[in-house]
């Protein structure tokens, strides 16, 4: 505890012998230690009057929280069980149901559910609200509390009970717990065009999605006209690996660099020789749930004008967080220490990606009528003092597309199960260069 006791008083003639930029440093160190007797003061008093004995272990970690809540939505505190999660999310394989979500107003709130887990497959949505597992209603639940509940022995089940606007009734899905493993890429070819669908940025999605364009190239062959990269829903992760995936369709020059506090503060990673796509044509698919790592990668490719990003305007994450262990075993802080910004300089915070092309996800008509959150949302986020420019690969067209008048039955009838995709699909076969390709390999 820091007292007034060891604060000096000295006389005025001695403070006129202060430089001016010490006596307010001085000040300033002043306030700070009457701040922390304050802290200190409200600790005493509740753990001696509150209504029931609190341990001092759960007070300090509230003010902590409490701290590193009050500077933006991503910097928070890390117990043991924290990091347990975090391990797990970045490793790549652990039990439940296979949802990000995150907490809104008290209400846990579904960011995406992973591909090919029980929650994708009983068909939750980005944006769903949880009310209830198992009956049990969920508000005011931290969000650890609310995700230790939806995991669980693989093989044993849970009801979960969502609010979705547009539903005139909670849904509930019953669901069984599974050893998620996730699959970070996942390849596909439709007609001459190969598909590579990214849905994390854990640490084995670099090495996958160079698996996936050699599995591609394989597959097609001399056919092969381009690749579509899918970030949707994606919510980003691992920087390192989103330099990697940036790299494997890039020749040379930077991806992204990252920007702390001081001016002198910036770190710049670029691209090795070599694009393994051997630069053909490349549509990046992105929509409101594709964030901070899934930014870098289509920012990069933006940027560069090697690819077009097609869809809805992305989350708008532009910030960097870096965790620092703490002198107690097994915790540490998730603190926000730099902003990244895109090879032409841009910041995505709060604005994101703005695609080249705007198409509505006509497919889902869920999806397309709901309103999403994004960061500019979330209370406290970080300001962006640098607007992005308008400055898309493709020039925009005032005239609505005729296309986009299509119905989710009139495209289902047509056999377009993802209008997105579909689009996309059909901008590679009318770009494909005319010119031979040749492959890359490092």
Not at 4 to 9: C, D, E, L, S
Not at 264 to 270: E, G, L, N, S
Not at 407 to 427: F, H, N, P, R, W
Request: charged residues 25%; proline residues 5%; glycine residues 10%.
């Amino acid at each position: 505890m820091l007292s007034n006791r060891w604060k000096i008083a000295l006389p005025l003639a001695a403070l006129a012998l202060i430089p001016a930029s010490a006596a307010v440093n001085a000040a300033a160190e002043s306030d700070t230690y009457k701040q922390l007797d304050t802290l200190m003061d409200v600790f005493e008093r509740v753990r001696t009057d509150y209504v029931d004995k609190v341990d001092d272990k759960t007070l300090i970690e509230g003010a902590i929280n409490g701290m590193l809540a009050s500077l933006d939505p991503h910097s928070g505190y890390l117990d043991a069980r924290d990091f347990g999660n975090m391990r797990q999310t970045t490793d790549g394989e652990y039990g439940g149901l296979g949802l990000t979500v995150s907490t809104e107003e008290g209400a846990v709130k579904v960011i995406a559910p992973t591909d090919d887990t029980p929650a994708a497959r009983a068909g939750l949505k980005p944006g769903d609200y949880i009310t209830h597992l198992d009956g049990e209603l969920l508000y005011g639940l931290t969000l650890n509390d609310a995700v230790d509940k939806m995991r669980g022995a693989p093989g044993t089940t849970i009801k979960i009970t969502v609010v979705r606007e547009g539903s005139p009734k909670p849904i509930d899905y019953t669901l069984k717990r599974e050893v998620i493993q996730i699959r970070p890429v996942k390849s596909d070819v439709k007609g001459t065009v190969g598909v590579i669908r990214i849905s994390a940025f854990n640490k084995k999605t670099g090495d996958a999605t160079r698996a996936a364009v050699a599995d591609i190239e394989k597959k097609l062959g001399p056919k092969l006209t381009g690749f579509v990269i899918d970030l949707r829903s994606n919510p980003g992760g691992l920087l390192d690996q989103a330099i990697e995936v940036s790299d494997v369709f890039l020749d040379r020059g930077e991806i992204v660099s990252q920007r702390g506090r001081a001016k002198t503060d910036i770190q710049r990673y670029y691209a090795r020789a070599g694009d393994l796509t051997g630069g053909r044509p490349i549509v990046v698919l992105v929509d409101e749930g594709s964030a901070s790592a899934s930014e870098i990668v289509a920012g990069a490719l933006q940027d560069h004008r090697r690819a077009v990003v097609l869809g809805a305007r992305s989350f708008g994450k532009g910030s960097v967080q870096t965790l620092l262990p703490l002198s107690t075993e097994g915790t540490g802080i998730r603190l926000t220490t730099a902003r990244y910004f895109t090879p032409a300089g841009r910041s995505v915070q709060e604005g994101g990606i703005e695609p080249d092309i705007t198409v509505p996800q006509l497919s889902d008509a869920v999806v397309r009528d709901r309103p999403r959150l994004r960061e500019a949302d979330l209370r406290r986020h970080l300001v962006n003092e640098i607007k992005a420019t308008d400055d898309k690969l493709v020039e925009a067209d005032a005239k609505p597309d005729p296309r986009f008048t299509e119905t989710a039955e009139s495209l289902k009838k047509a056999g377009i199960l993802d209008y997105q995709l579909d689009y996309a699909v059909k901008l590679i076969g009318r770009t494909a260069m005319a010119a031979p390709v040749q492959t890359a390999s490092r």
